[in-house]
Structures are given as C-alpha cells and as structure tokens.
C-alpha cells in the first residue's frame, strides 16, 4: 500500500533528455519532502536534487545545475526530474526518496537506470 514508484529512465545519446517520474501512493505526498539521488556502479549514492513539500524550496548538485529540473505535482501524487543536455557522467540508477519529519519515515523509489551513451 505505501509504495513510491520511479520511472522514465533509458538509453540517451549525450546531448540528450530524459524525463524521470515518481509517483506516489499510500501516503500524501504533501508531507514530504522529495529528493532525487543516483548511483552508478561501484560509486556511492549521490544527492541530485531536492524540493521541499510546498516545492517553494529547491536545490541541486553542482554537476547538474542549469540542467535539471525538479518539479512536483502533489494533487497528482508525482515528482519530475527533467533532465535536458545529459552527459555520460549522468549514467547511474536513480532513485527517488519521500522525507517525512523522521528519517524513519521516508519511502525509497526502486530505482530507474539512465544511462548515456553514443
């Protein structure tokens, strides 16, 4: 029943667009806040980017500013990582994370592998 679920990801040319989705289901996502982290292989997790619960506050990683995009939609129990000129350094499985007041109550999407490639 409480479930995040992440998707949108694929094969890209560098210079390419992916459009990556997490979507909600059995909490309100209104009350938490939404981070979007990756891992490539034999690499740590690393933060991407975030945006509060009102989605007035957001922030990214250096590596992807003035190329990502984060967006949330909480009527519709989604978040957005639009991600545009994506690069080979971008490849890694990403995985969205809903942050309640606790770190105890947070929900980790699956991951979604991005991988790019000519």
């Known amino acids: 029943q409480l479930q995040l679920v992440d998707s949108g990801g694929g094969l890209v040319q560098p210079g390419g667009s992916l459009r990556l989705s997490c979507a909600a289901s059995?909490?309100?996502?209104?009350?938490?806040?939404i981070g979007w982290f990756r891992q490539a292989p034999g690499k740590e997790r690393e933060g991407v980017s975030c945006i509060s619960r009102s989605g007035g506050r957001i922030k990214y990683a250096d590596s992807v500013k003035g190329r990502f995009t984060i967006s949330r939609d909480n009527a519709k129990m989604t978040v957005n990582l639009q991600m545009n000129s994506l690069k080979p350094e971008d490849t890694a499985v990403y995985y969205c994370?809903?942050?309640?007041?606790?770190?105890?109550?947070?929900?980790w999407g699956q991951g979604t592998q991005v991988t790019v490639s000519s």
């Open positions: 994370n809903a942050l309640g007041v606790i770190p105890s109550d947070q929900y």
């Open positions: 059995g909490f309100t996502l209104d009350y938490y806040a």
